[in-house]
Each structure stands twice: as C-alpha cells, then as structure tokens.
C-alpha cells in the first residue's frame, strides 16, 4: 500500500510527539539520577539540567553510609518476600475451593468475600480493630492484616474454572485427594496466573506506604517508604541525616534526596522491564471479568 | 374413619419430611465429608475476612457513640446522629464533599481521556520495536512509589533549589512556591496523576484496539476514506465499550479519592482545595484521636459510595447488557 504525502506527515508528527511523551515520562528520572551524582554547587544554581555536572558520588557514600536506610531497605524486602508469600497462599486457599461447583454454599462464600470489595469499613474502624488485636507497632499488623484481597481470589478462582474438570477426575482416579489435586494439577497450570497474581501483591508491598505509617511507629520496623516519607517529602530529616545537610563540597540536602530517590528505586528499574509483560496480561484478565 | 385417614395421611407426611430432612443431612454429611480438604483450605480465608473485614465493620457502631477507647464498644453510650449531624452542619461537610468531587471531576475531564488519546497514537505506529520501547517508558512511573513521586514533585517545586523555579528564574520569572498556594494545588495533584497512570491506562485501550478488524480498515481505505474518517467511523466505535466501562467505573468512584497522594501533597495552607472526605477522616481519627467523629465521615463516605457503584453497575448492565463484575 502506497503512503501518501498528508500521511507522512501525520505518520512523522505522531512519531515525534510520541517520542515527547516518552521525554516526559523519563525526564524526572534523568533529572533526579544527573542531580544525585552532580557537585551540590552544579545543581543548586541549576547548572544541571538533562546531563550531570562535576561528577561525584559524594550523596551516595553519605546515603549508603547510613543505618536507617539500610534498615528500612531489609524491612521492605521483609514486608514483600513474606507479605507476598502469605498473600498466595491465602488466594489460592480461597480461590481453589471457590472454583468447584459442588462445594456447599459456594455462592454465599463467593458473595461473603467478594461484598468487601464494595464496602469497607474504613481507616478507623480498621486501626482500631488491630489495636484490639495487639497488633500495633508489630511487624504482623502489615503481613496479616492484609493477606489477601477479594479481587484476586476471584481472579484466580475464574482461572482455576478454567481448567477442565477430566484433569481433576483423572487425579482421583489415581487416587489423590483435593490437596494432592491442587498441588499436583491445578497450581502446576496456573503458574502464570500464579506469576502474575504475586507480581501484582509484591508491587503493592514494595510501595505500599500509608498502613506502614500509620501502624508502625518503631523506626527499626518502618519499611523504606516510610523512611522515604520523612526523609523527602516531609525534609523532616532526623538528626543523623541533619548533619548531612551541612554544606559540602561532596553532598547537599538536595544531591542527598535525589541520590535517596534514585537508591529506593533501583530494584524497581532493574525487574521492571521483566515482570511489565505480567501486568499487562493481569490487566486484560481483569478488563475480561473485572 | 375419614378422621383416622387424615390422621394417617399426616403421619405419612411427617415421617416423609422428617426421612426427607434426616436424608438431608446424611446427605450434607458426606459433602462435607468428601469435600473436607476444601473446606479446610477456606477455614483461614474466612477466619481472615471475619477478624480483618467483618470485624471492622461491626466496629462501625462507634460511629453512633460517644466512644472512649478505655471504656469500648460495650461500655461507650450511645448519641445516635450526633456526629453526622455534626458533620454535615460543619464547615468541613462542604469544603471536603466539593474537593472530593471536583478533582475526581477535574480527573475525569483531563485524566480520562489521556490514555485513550495515548493508545490512539501508539496503534498507529508501525515501527513494532519504537512502540514497545514508547510502551514501555510510559508504564513505567505507575510501578513507581507514589512517595518518591510525590517526593520529586516536592523537590522540583521547592521554592530555592526546585528545578521549576530555577527554569522560572532563569526565564526571568519570580519564583512561587507552589506547594502552599492553595490556587496551584489541584493542577499538581492532576498532573501528577496524568504523568504517574497515563500509560498504564492505555493498556486496556490498546487490548481493545488490538481487537478491531483489520479488514474494516482495508474495506475503508478502498472506500477512499482518510485517517481521520478512520478514526470516527471505525477505530472509536471499535473501543467505544471500553471507553463507556471506564467512565462508569470512574463514575462509581466519584467519591474515591488517591487520599495517599493527597497526604503528601497538602498542607494546612491548600486545605482549602486540598482537603478530601478520606483526609479529613485520616486526619481527625488517627491524627486527633477522634475516632467516632472520624468514623461516622468514614461510613457516610462509604455508603455514598457503594450506592453510587451499585447505580454504576446497575447503569453498566442496562446499557452494556454485562455488569462490571
């Protein structure tokens, strides 16, 4: 098919603009990784603008030589690994059986877990009710108190249907029993589900910031986003970080929180570009039977 | 002799039902029996829903009491609407019901149709690695933490050392500090959102216009008809569906606000444009410690909510013919 002149041009505009919005999406990072590794002076009389200027690592040796960040770094990987391990294993307890038709008041069940999806009880009620459970400053309150959401236990229990029942027959004719069922035939299966459903829960543990400020106030517990909280959002630096705020020829306040920015969302950028194709394939499960 | 029949007739039936009500539950028995694993395997699903969720929401009552954290929910009084009644004759009842619906507003005029325009141009490229590459830089800031993203919006509108009042200066412009006047507040909060979900919200629409017949299109050109009659005619109707789910589901949510984001953002002096129903909650519960006042905010705001989701649903499934769950 021939190209016309009108759409060459529309074809090279479209290009162009797009190649915009993709400088637009990165330009905060480029910015935030050129200021980080530029001299305090460079980025303070706003020499650094796209590259970064008189090179040093001096915020990142004072970052890194912090305890805090590493403390809140371990949590976080804590708070993900475990959180998400425990947010599987409570899908796929509620998903497996929500999937077998013959299973006594499925449909009750179904309704009972899939209702607080449009109702909740709200951030009091919530809090309190941890307190109630002693759960307050511990690092339980975060794993237990959100084991699971409503959304994905549907998902993969519409994933799990999926699965022809002969599969299942053939099981018990072997012999097995449903835990064997589940273990040996359908969760081999849903490995991409699975993938994508712990990608899903892991993302929302590694960002997750607003529960993790409001129930844990022992700053050996608090994952990063909550450090990051207080350290770039608020500047509410504590009297370690204050003494890094001295001027210096090797760091500044500003060169301190961009290099803090660029340290938390390193694990981030580096499996990002691995797990985007999961996400994308969740969404399209979810847009099918949201 | 008939009086006996009857007698007999109703023994017959009782016996019958009672048979029919023990074979029943012999029934039930060996369903649950034979299904015993899978009743274990929910036993913790429910226990959670029960002490996470369901428990919780029994707590909602203090919403009707004078609550004391030291006295609970039993040994608290009861002050029925006092609190609602407080709240809708306040000061806050305005100011944060307006903020709550007009930056979801302001979300759904500037936001909504930015993942759509975004998809719309990324289908019309043919280059298969520059659209893969454009994808995915544009997925990119939604798995990004929303407070490193509200952490550089702050830094780079820092009034001194911000990167937007440096290029002000330079441009011989006086430096604002943006994030106290209160005029500013809903524009950074919308265009945060924008740059943060923009991408990401076009993947549903690049999912639908993946499912658009290519032959309509070939069908068109040879009608003689342009890009732009391609777009009106074929591309929009084709993603039309998806179009209309999303705005129903934003509409449902008009009471929904990223009130995370917004903790981040406001302070006292954008209050005013700021200040949403879920952080005036967050602020008068957690912060101070009025947990029935707060709570009683909460459940009026829940319960708008859920009918405005179930109307949304229920609009969904007339003009859909399928609901959105």
């Known amino acids: 098919m021939k190209t016309s002149n009108t759409e060459k041009i529309f074809y090279a505009i479209n290009y162009f603009l797009l190649f915009l919005v993709g400088m637009v999406t990165l330009y905060p990072f480029i910015y935030v990784l050129s200021a980080s590794v530029s001299s305090p002076d460079a980025v303070i009389t706003g020499k650094v603008l796209l590259l970064p200027k008189d090179i040093t690592w001096g915020a990142y040796k004072k970052v890194l030589s912090q305890n805090e960040i590493w403390t809140a770094y371990g949590n976080t990987f804590y708070y993900t690994l475990i959180g998400t391990a425990v947010n599987i294993l409570f899908t796929i307890c509620g998903a497996y059986p929500l999937a077998k038709k013959r299973l006594r008041a499925k449909s009750f069940i179904s309704f009972f877990i899939v209702f607080t999806m449009w109702f909740d009880a709200g951030i009091i009620p919530f809090y309190l009710n941890i307190k109630d459970l002693h759960l307050l400053d511990t690092r339980m309150a975060i794993i237990l108190g959100f084991a699971c959401q409503a959304f994905y236990i549907i998902l993969l229990r519409n994933f799990f249907e999926a699965i022809p029942d002969a599969l299942e027959e053939s099981g018990r004719c072997d012999g097995a029993n449903d835990l064997q069922i589940l273990i040996k035939i359908y969760l081999p299966l849903a490995k991409p589900a699975l993938a994508t459903i712990a990608l899903f829960y892991a993302v929302e543990r590694w960002n997750g910031y607003f529960w993790a400020m409001v129930l844990l106030k022992d700053d050996k517990k608090i994952p990063l986003q909550v450090l990051l909280k207080k350290l770039i959002v608020e500047a509410n630096v504590s009297d370690e970080y204050a003494t890094m705020a001295n001027i210096s020829t090797a760091y500044s306040k500003e060169t301190i929180i961009y290099a803090t920015i660029f340290i938390s969302i390193i694990p981030m950028l580096i499996v990002y570009p691995y797990i985007q194709k999961y996400f994308v394939k969740g969404v399209m499960v979810g847009a099918v039977k949201g | ?325």
């Open chain 2, 1 to 325: 002799m008939d009086m006996t029949k009857i007698e007999n007739l109703d023994h017959l039936k009782s016996t019958h039902k009672s048979q029919s009500v023990r074979k029943y539950f012999v029934r039930l028995k060996n369903d649950l029996i034979r299904d015993r694993y899978l009743y274990l395997l929910l036993l913790p699903v429910l226990v959670w829903y029960v002490v996470f969720k369901y428990k919780p929401m029994w707590g909602l009552q203090i919403a009707f009491q004078d609550f004391s954290p030291y006295k609970g929910i039993a040994g608290s009084s009861w002050v029925g609407l006092e609190h609602f009644q407080k709240f809708l004759g306040s000061t806050y009842f305005f100011r944060t019901l307006k903020n709550t619906l007009i930056i979801n507003l302001y979300g759904i005029v500037f936001g909504f149709p930015a993942p759509i325009i975004l998809s719309l141009m990324l289908n019309e490229v043919k280059n298969k690695s520059y659209k893969k590459t454009i994808q995915t830089i544009t997925y990119l800031p939604h798995f990004i933490s929303i407070v490193v993203v509200a952490g550089m919006v702050t830094n780079f509108l820092s009034p001194n050392t911000g990167l937007v009042n440096m290029i002000i200066e330079h441009l011989g412009g006086e430096k604002i500090y943006f994030l106290t006047k209160k005029e500013y507040f809903r524009t950074i909060f919308i265009s945060m959102n924008i740059w943060k979900e923009t991408g990401f919200g076009a993947v549903v629409y690049i999912a639908a216009l993946s499912g658009i017949d290519l032959q309509l299109y070939e069908a068109a050109i040879i009608d003689g008809a342009n890009k732009w009659k391609q777009l009106i005619h074929i591309t929009l109707p084709g993603i039309m569906p998806t179009i209309v789910t999303m705005l129903i589901l934003k509409i449902g949510n008009l009471l929904t606000v990223g009130y995370e984001a917004i903790i981040l953002l406001y302070q006292p002096s954008t209050y005013e444009t700021a200040d949403v129903i879920s952080t005036y909650v967050y602020r008068s519960g957690i912060a101070e410690g009025r947990y029935d006042m707060a709570t009683a905010v909460g459940l009026f705001n829940a319960v708008i909510a859920l009918v405005l989701v179930y109307a949304a649903n229920t609009v969904s499934k007339k003009y859909l013919e399928s609901g959105l769950w």
